[in-house]
């Protein structure tokens, strides 16, 4: 089976790209099951249920978030309804939402999804690795496919996590940092594995952002309000193919488009 993870998309040139490409992407690689990352999709920070519900409707079946799933106040009602939309695990007991979800790919076969967030220079938070310990045996009694989005800063800390999972997940996807790597691999147990999918949003920004706003914090260190920049977008993603089965990997390969 074939399974489609969008990376983080920001703000509206990052959504009009996704319900650009999304349908004709899925339709070209006869994917089963599809992942997006939208903790920035709301004006560069934050998700809404408005938005998270378009997205839904445009072809995700489960959607992943990071640190900025706070942003907007108004998600944490919709986060406590909608099951689809995911939160870092990691957080303390009491966050709103959920952190995994066993969904139904195109074939019948279910695909699970977790949602962990890393703590090298990011919020802080619980142990990822004693969570994922903890939570991914329970989800293998519902399936063998296990899908992790990782959201970290360290690019250090996503590959030990991808090796100390490799074999009992089916992928483990970094995001966060917006900036896509060239590490697309299966580990040696059948984990398939990249460090960053990259961004869905403006092209020619920093992370998304635009250039004035962040270079004008570089050059003079104050906390200079961020806007979305505006202009042509990409459309960045992975497609993990998986042994129904086994619910290992087979083959990892960037579809980068826009």
């Given at each position: 089976?074939?399974?489609l993870?969008?990376?983080?998309v920001?703000?509206?040139?990052?959504?009009?790209?996704?319900?650009h490409?999304?349908?004709?992407?899925?339709?070209?690689n006869?994917?089963?099951?599809?992942?997006?990352?939208?903790?920035?999709?709301?004006?560069?920070f934050?998700?809404?249920?408005?938005?998270?519900?378009?997205?839904?409707?445009?072809?995700?079946?489960?959607l992943?978030?990071g640190?900025?799933?706070?942003?907007?106040?108004?998600?944490?009602?919709?986060?406590?309804r909608?099951?689809?939309?995911?939160r870092?695990?990691?957080?303390?007991?009491?966050?709103?939402g959920?952190f995994?979800?066993?969904?139904?790919?195109?074939?019948?076969?279910?695909?699970?999804?977790?949602?962990?967030?890393?703590?090298?220079?990011?919020?802080?938070?619980?142990?990822?690795?004693?969570?994922?310990?903890?939570?991914?045996?329970?989800?293998?009694?519902e399936?063998?496919?296990?899908?992790?989005?990782?959201?970290?800063?360290?690019?250090?800390?996503?590959?030990?996590?991808?090796?100390?999972?490799?074999?009992q997940?089916?992928?483990?996807?970094?995001t966060?940092?917006?900036?896509?790597?060239?590490?697309?691999?299966?580990?040696?147990?059948?984990?398939?594995?990249?460090?960053?999918?990259?961004?869905?949003?403006p092209?020619?920004?920093?992370?998304?952002?635009?250039v004035?706003?962040?270079?004008?914090?570089?050059?003079?260190?104050?906390?200079?309000?961020?806007?979305?920049?505006?202009?042509?977008?990409t459309?960045?993603?992975v497609?993990?193919?998986?042994?129904e089965?086994?619910g290992?990997?087979?083959?990892?390969?960037?579809?980068?488009?826009?």
């Amino acid at each position: 089976m074939n399974i489609l993870f969008v990376g983080d998309v920001v703000g509206r040139p990052g959504r009009k790209v996704l319900y650009h490409y999304l349908r004709q992407t899925q339709e070209q690689n006869e994917v089963d099951f599809t992942i997006v990352n939208v903790e920035n999709a709301a004006g560069g920070f934050g998700i809404t249920g408005e938005i998270a519900e378009e997205i839904l409707k445009a072809g995700a079946d489960v959607l992943t978030s990071g640190n900025h799933i706070w942003d907007k106040r108004e998600v944490f009602d919709f986060l406590a309804r909608e099951p689809r939309l995911l939160r870092p695990g990691n957080y303390p007991k009491g966050a709103p939402g959920e952190f995994a979800h066993v969904g139904e790919a195109k074939t019948g076969v279910r695909v699970a999804v977790i949602n962990l967030q890393g703590r090298v220079f990011m919020p802080l938070t619980d142990c990822p690795f004693q969570f994922a310990q903890r939570e991914i045996p329970r989800l293998a009694k519902e399936t063998p496919i296990i899908v992790v989005d990782f959201h970290a800063e360290a690019t250090s800390e996503k590959m030990a996590l991808g090796w100390f999972l490799d074999g009992q997940i089916s992928a483990l996807v970094g995001t966060h940092t917006h900036i896509p790597t060239a590490d697309t691999r299966i580990l040696p147990k059948g984990t398939a594995y990249v460090s960053d999918v990259g961004m869905t949003g403006p092209y020619d920004s920093i992370i998304g952002m635009e250039v004035e706003g962040s270079l004008g914090r570089f050059l003079t260190g104050f906390p200079n309000r961020m806007e979305v920049a505006d202009g042509p977008a990409t459309f960045a993603s992975v497609l993990i193919t998986v042994d129904e089965t086994t619910g290992r990997a087979t083959a990892i390969k960037r579809i980068d488009r826009g």
